[in-house]
């Protein structure tokens, strides 16, 4: 069975561009978050989405921004890029229901972004 | 506020037994979970409390104390494929709302 997959796994880019981040989830998964982990930090949420609406936001700025499509795959945009976004990228999909509220997140490899 | 507390660094010898305790302060509580991450690899889950008390799965063990805002995971039979990142997170949310609040981790070397 496919895990979570993300693509690109690697990605340079350069101040003030913007980049488009991607993801498709374990197959029967409908939420899936993005989050940012710097090297030697722990992950940090940016968004939730759940059968393609938005449920959670963390503390970034409005630069950032998510989608959900149908097929509950999803993209994470970040515009005019910054030095300090460097950063593994990463989606987990997790199996959400009316009975199955406490579920894991799993994970995909993640998109190293480096911003030069 | 989300406060989430762990030891930066561990080492600890083959075949020994480590425990690694985590401290959280947040404004939700709906579990707290404990993830594997390899340098350079995605994180991956290992175990979950929702409850007090102690959760074992093969040479994993997890604690939590929810009065105390307080867990440890309990590796035994230390390998040295468990040198690794062990993330402490906590689930913030309930209703299909699914917001991971992690701390720092901790990195564990196993040495020979």
């Known amino acids: 069975d496919a895990g979570v997959t993300q693509s690109p796994t690697h990605l340079i880019k350069t101040r003030g561009q913007h980049v488009t981040l991607r993801c498709s989830p374990i197959?029967?998964?409908?939420?899936v978050s993005w989050y940012q982990q710097v090297l030697g930090q722990g992950p940090q949420f940016i968004f939730q989405?759940?059968?393609?609406?938005?449920?959670g936001r963390g503390n970034f700025p409005d630069r950032f921004s998510a989608r959900q499509f149908p097929n509950y795959s999803s993209e994470l945009n970040v515009n005019a890029l910054l030095l300090g976004d460097s950063a593994l990228y990463l989606c987990?999909?997790?199996?959400?229901?009316?009975?199955?509220?406490?579920?894991?997140?799993?994970f995909g490899q993640g998109t190293r972004l480096t911003v030069v | 506020g989300q406060n989430i507390d762990q030891p930066t660094e561990m080492t600890a010898t083959e075949g020994a037994i480590v425990q690694i305790n985590c401290t959280y302060q947040?404004?939700?509580?709906?579990?707290l979970f404990w993830y594997q991450q390899h340098a350079g690899e995605a994180p991956t889950f290992l175990s979950y409390?929702?409850?007090?008390g102690l959760e074992e799965k093969g040479r994993f063990s997890s604690f939590l104390s929810r009065s105390k805002g307080y867990s440890y995971l309990l590796l035994k039979e230390l390998q040295m494929k468990d040198s690794a990142s062990y993330l402490c997170?906590?689930?913030?949310?309930?209703?299909?709302?699914?917001?991971?609040?992690f701390g720092p981790g901790t990195r564990l070397s196993v040495l020979p």
């Open positions: 947040t404004s939700g509580f709906n579990g």
């Open positions: 989405y759940y059968e393609k609406e938005e449920r």
């Open positions: 987990a999909s997790s199996l959400v229901t009316q009975v199955t509220l406490y579920t894991e997140a799993f």
């Open positions: 197959s029967g998964h409908k939420s």
């Open positions: 409390n929702v409850l007090d």
């Open positions: 997170a906590v689930r913030d949310r309930d209703n299909y709302g699914q917001n991971f609040v």
